[in-house]
């Protein structure tokens, strides 16, 4: 697929860096992720425990073209919230709608400049099963840094490979999510969806709580 022209409503109050982005964060998540960081420095590599439960949740975003400025256009997996997709690129996917109403999925790097070089790969793949069907993601069939066109009530599933957040990691190098559009109101361009994300690296898990798997 080509990549369109997408334009940006950018709020210059938004333009912040990933580490500020994620300096946002509770404090009892960071410190979970700290603690396991140091654990296994100090610990067996193999069978690491998950520190961080899964995020599910549901929310509105704005397709990308005339979104407003600062208004959420995009998911983040690690922090499994919707945000701005902003010159910041402190998201994984970003939203938007044809002419048609069709619903496209766009990954981080089909949205960034060529000058960008905070950007990170991100994989895409449709799922059959319904969206409380799929417990776990698998690992293999994603389609990186290619933009998606999708339709309501079907499951994407996405593949981060933030180095930001994994670049360090012994559990691996990339984080799950999965997603389905609920609804889309051309009018007013606006897309209800529903996901959920598990932001530890090298975990597949999608069931509440934190991950075995």
């Given at each position: 697929m080509s990549n369109p022209f997408i334009?940006?409503?950018?709020?210059?109050?938004?333009?912040?860096?990933?580490t500020?982005?994620?300096?946002?964060?509770?404090?009892?998540?960071?410190?979970?992720a700290v603690?396991?960081?140091?654990?296994?420095?100090?610990?067996?590599?193999?069978?690491?425990?998950?520190?961080l439960p899964t995020i599910s949740d549901t929310g509105t975003v704005y397709a990308l073209n005339g979104a407003p400025a600062g208004a959420p256009s995009g998911l983040h997996v690690f922090t499994g919230?919707?945000?701005?997709v902003d010159q910041s690129f402190a998201f994984d996917v970003g939203f938007d709608l044809d002419s048609t109403g069709a619903i496209i999925v766009y990954p981080q790097r089909t949205v960034a400049t060529a000058l960008s070089t905070t950007t990170h790969s991100?994989?895409?793949?449709?799922?059959?099963?319904?969206f409380e069907a799929i417990l776990s993601a698998p690992k293999s069939g994603y389609r990186a840094d290619t933009a998606l066109v999708t339709q309501r009530n079907v499951v994407v599933l996405v593949q981060s490979n933030d180095q930001g957040v994994c670049?360090?990691?012994?559990?691996?190098?990339?984080?799950?999510?999965?997603?389905?559009?609920?609804e889309v109101n051309?009018?007013?361009?606006?897309?209800?969806?529903?996901?959920?994300?598990?932001?530890?690296?090298?975990?597949v898990s999608f069931q509440s709580g934190v991950p075995k798997n």
């Open positions: 334009s940006f409503a950018v709020d210059s109050s938004d333009m912040t860096c990933r500020d982005f994620r300096k946002r964060r509770p404090v009892a998540v960071l410190a979970a603690v396991a960081t140091f654990g296994l420095a100090c610990g067996d590599f193999t069978g690491v425990p998950a520190s919230t919707v945000v701005p991100v994989g895409l793949q449709t799922a059959k099963d319904t670049g360090l990691s012994l559990t691996g190098t990339s984080m799950y999510a999965k997603f389905e559009v609920t051309r009018l007013t361009r606006q897309l209800k969806i529903r996901w959920t994300a598990d932001p530890n690296c090298g975990f």
